[in-house]
Structure formats: structure tokens, C-alpha cells
């Protein structure tokens, strides 16, 4: 049974940093995309960045490059999130989730397995 298990949320203040972690097990293969995705109040969930297993392709949403750095553990099925000059806009729920294969596609309902989330607020 997949299981991910995300860690590493909590209140930081604009301008900080915050890293977050997604731990997998059950894996079935071993090609496969980590994603991290977030959700807002009122707001659709969103893909945040998602990297492969294979050979640590990456793709990152406009809003979060040059300030989010995804990256991987294979040995662990483990996928960090490292958040620098937050700003209160990335205020949101974080969610990790996982697809079997090698396309490094960043989009929601590309991802059939889930963590139950951790919430980020960015607030002075």
C-alpha cells in the first residue's frame, strides 16, 4: 500500500525559510514523479514543483522558481521541499503526492496517491 507522509510545516515569518519533507513507502516501481502541490484557502490545488526518480528531472511553477529547490533521496523514496524568501502568498496547505513513470507532469489530477498534507503559513 503507497503511503507518503509529509513533515516540515509550520508559521515562519516573510523572508524566511522552511523545508519540507515527503516520505514514501509501497512504492510498486521504481520510475516514478514526486510532486508537491498546495492548496489555499479558496483556491484550486496547484502544482508547487515535481521531480523524477529516473534521472531528477524537475519542473517548477512560475510563481515559486528561483526561490523553491525540490530535490531526492532514492535509497529513502524520500523528496524535499526547500522554501527560501517565502512570502505570505505561499501561505497554503502542502501536499506530496506520487505517479508510476518517467513524464514529470505537475498537474493535480495526474497523481493518484496522496499525503494527507502540512500546512505552511508565512506571516509576521
Known amino acids: 500500500q503507497v503511503h507518503l507522509v509529509e513533515s516540515g510545516g509550520g508559521l515562519v515569518q516573510p523572508g524566511g525559510s522552511q523545508r519540507l519533507s515527503c516520505a514514501g513507502s509501497?512504492?510498486?516501481?521504481?520510475?516514478?514523479?514526486i510532486g508537491w502541490f498546495r492548496q489555499a484557502p479558496g483556491k484550486e490545488r496547484e502544482g508547487v514543483s515535481c521531480?523524477?526518480?529516473?534521472?531528477?528531472?524537475?519542473y517548477y511553477a512560475s510563481s515559486v522558481k528561483g526561490r523553491f529547490t525540490i530535490s531526492r533521496d532514492n535509497a529513502r523514496n524520500t523528496v524535499y521541499l526547500q522554501m527560501n524568501s517565502l512570502k505570505p502568498e505561499d501561505t497554503a496547505d502542502y501536499y506530496c503526492?506520487?505517479?508510476?513513470?518517467?513524464?514529470?507532469?505537475?498537474?493535480?489530477?495526474?497523481?493518484?496517491?496522496w499525503g494527507q498534507g502540512t500546512q505552511v503559513t508565512v506571516s509576521s
Open positions: 509501497g512504492f510498486t516501481s521504481d520510475y516514478y514523479v
Open positions: 521531480i523524477s526518480s529516473s534521472d531528477g528531472s524537475t
Open positions: 503526492a506520487v505517479r508510476w513513470g518517467l513524464r514529470v507532469l505537475c498537474t493535480p489530477n495526474e497523481y493518484p496517491y
